[in-house]
């Protein structure tokens, strides 16, 4: 079942979201400072690729993970899980759209504190 909902994420916008997320790591690794968020978002969008059966665990970030966390999230981390909550939202106006709502709820998670989480 994961390997037919991947399937169809893909067809209908799981593509297009790897592509923003890929877009704006490229976008923030233009800076010598960005580069560590860039690099976030570099795996927020392989993860963005292929979402159903992984998950994420967050945690064990440490102090530098932890203010990396606080950047993140003050400067654009909100940005970035707002629009996943409302598109997360939409999705799950229909039945059939509930699973992918439900990848979105988790992006929206990831999108929030990307440093230090686990995705398996």
Excluded: D, S
């Excluded at 893909?10 to 297009?16: A, E, K, S, T, V």
């Excluded at 966390?69 to 229909?94: D, K, P, S």
């Amino acid at each position: 079942m994961n390997f037919i909902g991947n399937i169809i994420w893909l067809i209908f916008g799981g593509l297009i979201a790897c592509i923003a997320w890929a877009i704006a790591g490229l976008i923030l690794c233009i800076t010598i400072i960005g580069i560590p968020f860039g690099a976030q978002c570099f795996k927020i969008a392989l993860f963005v690729l292929w979402p159903f059966g992984k998950e994420i665990e967050l945690g064990n970030f440490g102090a530098g993970g932890l203010l990396l966390n606080i950047i993140w999230l003050i400067v654009f981390g909100w940005e970035f899980a707002i629009a996943h909550l409302v598109i997360g939202l939409f999705f799950c106006l229909t039945i059939v759209g509930i699973p992918f709502g439900l990848q979105h709820f988790k992006f929206a998670k990831l999108g929030l504190i990307p440093f230090g989480a686990t995705i398996y």
